[in-house]
């Protein structure tokens, strides 16, 4: 077997399976699991080197050497040897022995140890811990400088090539975990080295940092900057003082010896401890719901590690593993801020709260309590939510409460509930990593979703996924599909409702399927007549070829999973193209098992947390109907007050009601309002009339500027609390930084003011805010602190025994006959579309390295660097047509606002579609956007844009740096590291033999 034939799907998910063969590692018998690398077996019982072998790093890389023991009395490589029974395996003979200590003398040949003085010397760098296992007193192969520079040219890491064991093991993270391709290492040179885009510079490759290499890299050959120069107690000195010092400790090894040496750098790493903190959070960024360790050295950030994160485990995107620097940010707001004029002065906490509570109270009395509204942050962990929802219902005493899920999630949630019954992804993101075919319908996953892109990606480069993207642009997952199309904007419920068709007319519908679990199959087929592929190809401009090819693909697949996104949710018809993704997953029988269903991508940190915990006008936490008496007689014991019977209005309606002066007051945490919803302007306008707008954020954005007064928050590194992931995921996030100045953890400033309108809450920690919603909400019965703590995970609905479903509908569906149900649905034109006048269609979406419109990611330094400004991406043909070039400032106008832009001409957008990203310091893009809303959820039609472009006279620098990864990078794909051609190198002995010895096969 070669090493790529050994990185098998059944291999990649084997530490599930049983122990089931019996083996026996040094004369005692051992229970192993049958095709299992032999190190895992080994290492469930003894230390021995491994420093190449990663069990996150999809299957073994052989590059170092250090994990050989004899196997019926041959020397192998233990990470390349896969478990048979019976085997015989010696660990501790003198051959296997010598073996190590050579391969390990090998790499020192390519590492020099200045321990006391490396950065990477925190206890975990696996070539200190290596020689300190074995003992190393001198080495034979003389350390060797490669004739390379240190590559500084990213800015979050840097690459010491000289410090570099060629252990590959951040190629096979790039190329087989991440799938970005860039790495290689160059076997064939004189002095091998790693590669990027086979030669590059970092800067400037196809590398888009997301850190995967640094992260898994065992030494210091490839470390973060920010650890540079802080992490030792003596790693700060000036270059010329260290260089002293190491040669210093050159000097007295051939003499006294590495055992000395090593204990002083053992000790010195110890004495770390005290200063570096390292505290568990989970992302503050997307949806995916990544999480790691942060350390911290007072309130630096010195870096970010994943590797426990159910979700990620060694995988984080650049804003995950870099984006943290806004947090120490000058611009944080410290302290309370009230109006003064046109400006705000600063204040302290008693006269902010004090002002609010006396007009809060005023506005009340007044204008009665549904004058007053309350926007809950996605952003922000469950438990703050929980109390926004009930400040809203018990204190104030409306339902006039929502989210910014209805700007996105909302449309997915309704097509969810009105099918299955629930509003959440079917299974986890490991699932979508074992399905047949994946399908993605308007999201541009690998930017928006990344760490979720790569289970996409791995599975389809590897394990024969089979992967179709519909989207009119052509992002990173479409221009690696086996198949692309790009639906006309607007038209998706049509070609998803004829692949329906298609299969009942096909006879690939699953009739035994529906039969058992789907009520409503006969009115649905009857609402499938239209929907022929012959009008599907006409209404989507799609050829009537590739939606027949799409549908064997469908027919072809085992399982199916159907991921989607804001190309969906952002239209007037988005629940209703929602509903059509699910009604063809349940025709297909694409439920109820691993590895298929529905996956409506989350896409704050918490959106999915934030509607779970009820910040929704007509429900409580965990979908609990406000206009259900029973409900609401639980809710009104538990809190003690009573509460309104009817529905309150969601943040559509609120800026309408602001308008028509039925809505006086706002209270809103964690959300840029302005630039989240769509018609800037419109939304801006309702703001002037409020007669009190409370701000809570950590920045001054541009809603703040319409406030009358602003609390300062914090970021999640400066509190306790719980985020709920896209996969309905509760995970913990632990305070990592005291809170910064005046700022207070948002739960805190929630509660001293509901106790100062009469309120009587005395939450001293979170968890006691978790336990309140668990006690009166179904679906989170068995959820606690104490069952999240750490690294574990509970995916709800989670029952009192603390057990979770990581995949929906195993059982049935929550329905009261436990059936599903077809929910038929019909074609509407898209309400606003180009015309005569305003000629082009626009698109918009995010950026991988800038979270929407950029409060936090505009904010950290190298980000910045990379990508420091919005574009408008206009086609080749655009660009032809209309004589411009990328740099060249136009005008874009709708029929809503206008801002000013530079262009930016690529292929990834066509014909006349144009795209701005989300980014904006300024003018928000969603000035552009009109109020037209999904009719049956509010959530704005931001998809359905018309504009038109004037060119102005100015012309600018290219938008993008020359080389952003985007457009100057040239991948280098291959599985692996590929090992095989470093055994081809004349200079390569396998350790511990006369001459080269393969395995697995290899010749
Ligand atoms: S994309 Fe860049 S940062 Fe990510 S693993 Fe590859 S080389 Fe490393
Ligand atoms: S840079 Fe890559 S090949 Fe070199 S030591 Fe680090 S992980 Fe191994
Ligand atoms: S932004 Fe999303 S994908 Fe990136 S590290 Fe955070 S949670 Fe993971
Ligand atoms: S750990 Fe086995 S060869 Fe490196």
């Known amino acids: 077997m070669s090493v790529i034939e050994t990185i098998t799907r059944s291999e990649w998910n084997s530490n599930s399976n049983p122990l089931n063969v019996e083996i026996s590692i040094d004369g005692q018998p051992v229970a192993a699991r049958e095709g299992e ?8 019982e003894k230390d021995i080197p491994h420093i190449c072998y990663h069990s996150h790093l999809m299957g073994p890389i052989q590059t170092c050497d250090t994990c050989l023991v004899e196997v019926d009395g041959k020397l192998v490589r233990s990470c390349g040897t896969n478990v048979t029974t019976g085997m015989k395996v010696v660990t501790d003979s003198k051959r296997a022995q010598d073996g190590r200590a ?14 006391t003085v490396c950065d990477n010397n925190n206890e975990d760098c696996r070539v200190h811990n290596t020689a300190l296992a074995l003992n190393v007193q001198h080495q034979q192969h003389p350390f060797t400088p490669k004739p390379y520079e240190v590559d500084m040219s990213n800015p979050f890491y840097r690459y010491d090539p000289s410090q570099c ?34 030669g590059m510079q970092i800067g400037g490759s196809s590398c888009v940092s997301c850190g995967h290499c640094v992260t898994v890299c065992p030494c210091n050959a490839l470390m973060e900057k920010s650890m540079l120069g802080e992490a030792g107690f003596l790693t700060g000195l000036p270059k010329q003082s260290l260089d002293q010092m190491i040669d210093v400790v050159k000097a007295i090894e051939p003499e006294m010896g590495y055992g000395g040496i090593m204990q002083v750098s053992q000790t010195e790493a110890k004495m770390r401890e005290e200063r570096i903190k390292k505290t568990k959070t989970v992302c503050t960024y997307c949806g995916v719901g990544c999480s790691y360790d942060v350390w911290t050295k007072d309130r630096k950030i010195l870096k970010v590690e994943p590797l426990h994160g159910a979700v990620n485990q060694i995988s984080t995107c650049v804003k995950g593993k870099f984006g943290w620097d806004y947090v120490n940010h000058k611009d944080r707001l410290q302290k309370p801020l009230i109006r003064d004029g046109e400006g705000f002065r600063e204040a302290s906490w008693d006269e902010a709260l004090s002002l609010v509570v006396t007009r809060l109270g005023g506005i009340k009395k007044q204008y009665g309590p549904d004058s007053i509204a309350v926007i809950a942050s996605s952003k922000t962990p469950n438990e703050e939510v929980y109390l926004m929802q009930k400040f809203a219902r018990a204190v104030i005493g409306t339902n006039n409460v929502d989210n910014c899920s209805r700007y996105c999630q909302s449309p997915a949630t309704m097509g969810l509930f009105r099918t299955v019954g629930y509003g959440g992804d079917s299974g986890s993101i490991e699932d979508i990593g074992k399905s047949d075919l994946v399908l993605i319908v308007g999201s541009n996953t690998a930017e928006s979703h990344p760490v979720l892109a790569t289970r996409v990606k791995r599975a389809h480069k590897l394990f024969g996924q089979r992967l179709i993207v519909a989207d009119p642009r052509s992002n990173e997952m479409a221009q690696r599909a086996d198949i692309h199309f790009r639906p006309r904007p607007g038209t998706d419920l049509v070609w998803l409702s004829a692949m329906s068709r298609y299969m009942f007319d096909h006879r690939h519908a699953k009739l035994d399927f529906i039969e058992q679990w789907v009520n409503g199959a006969d009115e649905f087929r009857k609402s499938l007549e239209p929907f022929t592929m012959e009008y599907a190809a006409q209404t989507c401009g799609v050829p009537i070829q590739t939606l027949e090819a799409v549908a064997r693909e ?48 989350r896409g704050h940190n918490n959106v999915q947390g934030a509607s779970d915990m009820g910040a929704m006008p007509d429900s409580y936490p965990g979908y609990q109907h406000v206009t259900v008496p029973e409900i609401r007689e639980k809710f009104e014991k538990a809190w003690g007050v009573a509460l309104s019977p009817d529905r309150g209005m969601d943040n559509h309606q609120m800026v309408d009601a602001m308008h028509e002066g039925k809505l006086r007051a706002m ?10 919803d769509s018609n800037a302007n419109f939304v801006g306008a309702a703001f002037e009339k409020l007669d009190l707008f409370v701000v809570q954020d950590i920045f001054f954005s541009e809603t703040c500027r319409y406030a009358d007064v602003v609390f300062p928050g914090v970021p999640t590194l400066e509190k306790d609390g719980t985020f709920t992931n896209t996969e309905r995921r509760v995970q913990r996030l632990y305070q990592a930084l005291p809170e910064l100045g005046d700022a207070r953890a948002d739960w805190k400033i929630t509660m001293e003011l509901a106790n100062r309108m009469g309120a009587n809450w005395n939450y001293q920690h979170p968890s006691e805010i978790m336990s309140e919603m668990a006690s009166l909400t179904p679906i989170f019965e068995g959820a606690s602190f104490e069952r999240l703590e750490g690294y574990k995970t509970l995916l709800w609905p989670i029952a009192k025994d603390g057990s979770d479903q990581p995949i929906l509908f195993l059982n049935g569906f929550p329905f009261s006959d436990n059936k599903a149900r077809f929910y038929p649905v019909a074609f509407r034109e898209p309400e606003e579309a180009p015309d005569d006048n305003f000629d082009l269609f626009l698109n918009n979406g995010r950026l991988l390295e ?3 419109e950029g409060n936090m990611t505009l904010r950290v330094d190298g980000i910045r660097e990379e990508t420091p400004e919005r574009y408008l991406e ?9 004589n411009l070039e990328s740099g060249r400032w136009v005008r874009v106008a709708s029929r809503h606002g206008s801002l000013k832009i530079k262009v ?30 999904d009719t049956a959820t509010n959530t704005p039609a931001f998809k359905e844009t018309a504009v038109k472009i004037q060119v102005l006279l100015e012309k600018g620098s290219n938008p993008l740096k020359p080389l952003n990864f985007r457009f100057s990078g040239k991948p280098t794909p291959q599985i692996g590291v590929e090992v095989e051609r470093k055994w081809k190198r004349k200079d390569y002995k396998m350790p511990g033999t006369e001459k080269l010895v393969q395995i697995n096969g290899v010749k």
């Open 904 to 933: 930016l001409v690529t292929s990834r957008v066509h014909g006349k579609q144009v795209y701005i990203p989300h980014l904006s310091e300024d003018v928000p893009m969603n000035i552009l956007t009109g109020s037209h809303a």
């Open 37 to 44: 690398l032999l190190a895992e077996a080994v290492l469930r």
């Open 850 to 852: 800038h979270f929407h």
């Open 874 to 882: 206009i086609s080749p043909e655009l660009a032809k047509e209309r």
């Open 667 to 676: 209270y809103l945490a964690g959300e840029d309002m302005i630039s989240a």
């Open 165 to 198: 064991i060629l252990c590959g093991q951040c190629v096979q993270a790039c190329q087989n975990v991440q799938v970005n391709e860039t790495l290689s290492i160059g076997w064939e040179l004189e002095h091998p080295r790693v590669l990027w885009d086979g």
């Open 102 to 115: 050579e391969a390990f003398d090998v790499i020192l040949g390519n590492h020099m140890l200045y321990c």
């Open 554 to 601: 469908i027919v072809a697949a085992s399982s199916m999973c159907i991921l989607w996104a804001m190309g969906i949710t952002q239209h007037t018809s988005a629940s209703d193209e929602s509903t059509a993704i699910s009604n063809l997953l349940l025709t297909t029988g694409n439920y109820m098992k691993p590895g298929c269903g529905a996956y409506p991508l």
